[in-house]
């Protein structure tokens, strides 16, 4: 089980991620924008975050790069899901996986079972250790 956190501001798009990632028994949280998304991530333990790019007050490929810039943050999967930029785009912010809108959740699904089962959240649970030490 991961603890995920979904920032999108369309409630539709928050709910249907939110079903499916708990029928596949993750701890979901959800922010409805990317200024209570970057919030939430500074001051609790998430293994992934799934983000929108058009979103209020904090848009979605900022937000990318500014946890990319924090040391504590920087190894934390992200999956950019976007209907108005590209892979290249999402990439380039530091996204590990870019979905396209409307994409398919079967996809989504299987890129977060990819990403939090391995080696990377084994290496952000050890950081955790060491830094709490």
């Not at 992934?48 to 790069?65: K, S």
């Not at 939090?116 to 290496?123: A, F, I, L």
């Amino acid at each position: 089980m991961a603890r995920i956190l979904i920032a999108d501001d369309a409630d539709g798009h928050r709910q249907l991620l939110s079903y499916a990632l708990r029928r596949d028994d993750h701890e979901v949280i959800e922010a409805e924008n990317g200024a209570l998304a970057l919030d939430l991530l500074t001051r609790e333990s998430f293994d992934l975050a799934l983000v929108d790019v058009m979103m209020p007050v904090l848009d979605g490929l900022t937000l990318c790069r500014m946890l990319r810039a924090t040391p504590a943050l920087h190894d934390l999967p992200i999956i950019v899901l976007s209907a108005a930029i590209s892979e290249p785009e999402a990439r380039a912010a530091g996204a590990d996986a870019f979905f396209s809108k409307p994409y398919r959740l079967v996809a989504v699904r299987a890129a977060v079972t990819m990403l939090v089962g391995g080696s990377r959240r084994d290496t952000r649970a050890a950081h955790e250790r060491s830094s709490s030490a």
